[in-house]
């Protein structure tokens, strides 16, 4: 608790100092690509952000909550709790702004039959799901445990959201940075990107760690309120 | 140095503008929730039985 009144702080102003490094080169210092259809390009530095986000979300909320399950750890579950609604968060702008970039770029806002855009689809699920379970039962204890089962199998989706372009046929393009050969992408694109997506990074971290003092504190008005009703 | 424009630009400039938006408005969001959470525990703590 202590340890994130001083951090969060401190992680969002580094995180919105990167980021804004990274839009203003993203905007205006990279020079156009024209094979990737003109300046539409420059929409990556706030799209893939995005979707490495939520995939890294999901697997944090998947070893939260497998820390609860197995050791029953309180933090781990208010961890988990305090992701899912910004996980969501960053999967719904995931999917928005690439839906926005591919009607300029395939012509279509979405495809039913993609693999790419419905495994994503399917993360969003996962996440408003997660949130929906824990509010639907009435005990802390059953909604750790339900909603810690549905992180852990659901954590499936994120490797295959990898992989679908590859194994499946896809209008999206295939991977270009993390690939065995090395990324495809040119080092003065690629920096940018990196910066970003640490900058937002730690914004998610600050956002985090603040919900999850909300979160200690609405337990503790809760054990309060419960010892009261109990007569103690 | 020039904002970059051509016939997409209104695309682009909605991706950066929801690219920007969404931390502001979660961060708005959990500073919100952890004020009245903090103000919940204290009215609690206050109103001693």
Redesign the interface.
Known sequence: MAFSKWASPVLALFGVGLFTYSLWQGLLVVPTDEFQGGHIFRALFVHVPSAWLCMGLYVGLAIASFVWFIWRHELADIAARAIAPIGAAYTALCLATGSIWGKPTWGTWWLWDDPRMMSVLFLFFLFLGYMALRAALETRQKAARAGAILAMVGVINVPLIRVSVDIWASIHQGPSVIRAEGPAMDWIYLQPLLIGFLGQSLIVAALIFTLMRAEVFGQQADALMARRLAGD | ?????????A??Y???L???A??IL??L???L??R???A??DR??KDK?
Not at chain 2, 1 to 9: C, E, G, L, R, Y
């Open positions: 140095m020039d904002f970059p424009v051509d016939k997409n630009a695309f682009l909605a991706i950066i929801l690219g920007v969404l931390p979660l961060g969001y959990v500073s929730r952890v009245l959470s903090k919940r525990l609690m703590r039985p």
